[in-house]
Nanobody
């Protein structure tokens, strides 16, 4: 089992920045791919980006490329989502998710989920 706890959400103005954190715990964390998804009211859960265990590979949805960066500190068992240049359309609940080995972009491909943290970007 793997447990994920997100933090760092909040209210920010357009153009501002936030850094989300995801604390990872469990029996074995080896080979975990870590991803961030988001879900706005009335919308489906959307892939934001993901990073492999060693950090050598990342993937982002086009909407956030160049603005968001995923990183991880395996020694601290923490994954980060640095969000810059935030826009009102980035407002959503952001979820941390995990699966083994390879990055996929569909939410159904992830086995472990956090409870989510709200990000609100005011115009």
């Amino acid at each position: 089992q793997v447990q994920l706890v997100e933090s760092g959400g909040g209210l920010v103005q357009t153009g501002g920045s936030l850094r989300l954190s995801c604390a990872v715990s469990g029996r074995t964390l080896n080979n975990l791919v870590m991803a961030w998804f988001r879900q706005a009211p009335g919308e489906e859960r959307e892939f934001v980006g993901a990073i492999t265990y060693g950090g050598g590979s990342t993937s982002y949805v086009d909407l956030v490329k160049g603005r968001f960066t995923i990183s991880r500190d395996n020694a601290q068992n923490t994954v980060y989502l640095q969000m810059n240049g935030l826009k009102p359309e980035d407002s959503a609940v952001y979820y941390c998710a995990a699966r083994r080995y390879i990055i996929v972009r569909n939410a159904g491909g992830y086995d472990y989920w956090g409870q989510g943290t709200q990000v609100t970007v005011s115009s």
